[in-house]
T-cell receptor, first 113, second 115 residues
Framework: AQSVTQPDIHITVSEGASLELRCNYS??????LFWYVQSPGQGLQLLLK??????LVQGIKGFEAEFKRSQSSFNLRKPSVHWSDAAEYFC???????????FGTGTSLTVIP | KAGVTQTPRYLIKTRGQQVTLSCSPI?????VSWYQQTPGQGLQFLFE???????NKGNFPGRFSGRQFSNSRSEMNVSTLELGDSALYLC??????????????FGEGSRLTVL
């Protein structure tokens, strides 16, 4: 069965510091990979996605993610965090057959001024 | 282009009642999925509709049901509400799930509180 693991439930970083959020997935083949962000009281907004090709993908708001097949990981990074980045981040996978998405349990990001 | 619209945004019900939530997808999107989000369980897949047909269903009891109309709008219904049904219900649409490369576009959710 497919599963997505985000090992960090909560992360606190200082504004201007770098950020890396971890995501590991379990699936027989390479699925499609996504990162979403959710601000309080809002729905989920897509940050970036990986389907194939270059394993380093760029997203909105200065985020990037790197797909590592050998580690079944798709970690999200940002070189310099802004206070407005405080939110909940979800990693998701979608098998390359079907339209069902599987979400991790999320990582809550707090940014200290 | 308008995003995914969910109504109502907030509602309070009592145990035993039933509730209907509505979702209007982005214009041109034919697939609608529903998710339940709770602090303890995260996002859990409820069901997906495409062209008025349920294509996938998550592991929820029969009290949870849904449908899709010819204009792609979707409704979900929860009957005989339980306290544990309190959650944020998120609707998401996608352009064409058969292409396998589309992402989900989410609405802001309907916050259901069961007392």
């Amino acid at each position: 069965a497919q599963s997505v693991t985000q090992p960090d439930i909560h992360i606190t970083v200082s504004e201007g510091a770098s950020l890396e959020l971890r995501c590991n997935y379990s699936y027989g083949a390479t699925p499609y990979l996504f990162w979403y962000v959710q601000s309080p009281g809002q729905g989920l907004q897509l940050l970036l996605k990986y389907f194939s090709g270059d394993t380093l993908v760029q997203g909105i708001k200065g985020f990037e993610a790197e797909f590592k097949r050998s580690q079944s990981s798709f970690n999200l990074r940002k070189p310099s965090v802004h206070w407005s980045d405080a939110a909940e981040y979800f990693c998701a996978v979608r098998p390359n057959t079907g339209n069902q998405f599987y979400f991790g349990t999320g990582t809550s990001l707090t940014v200290i001024p | 282009k308008a995003g995914v619209t969910q109504t109502p945004r907030y509602l309070i019900k009592t145990r035993g009642q039933q509730v209907t939530l509505s979702c209007s997808p982005i214009s041109g999107h034919r697939s609608v999925s529903w998710y339940q989000q709770t602090p303890g369980q995260g996002l859990q897949f409820l069901f997906e509709y495409f062209s008025e047909t349920q294509r996938n269903k998550g592991n929820f009891p029969g009290r949870f049901s849904g449908r899709q109309f010819s204009n792609s709008r979707s409704e979900m219904n929860v009957s005989t509400l339980e306290l544990g049904d309190s959650a944020l219900y998120l609707c998401a649409s996608s352009l064409n799930p058969l292409s396998n490369t589309g992402e989900l576009f989410f609405g802001e959710g309907s916050r259901l509180t069961v007392l």
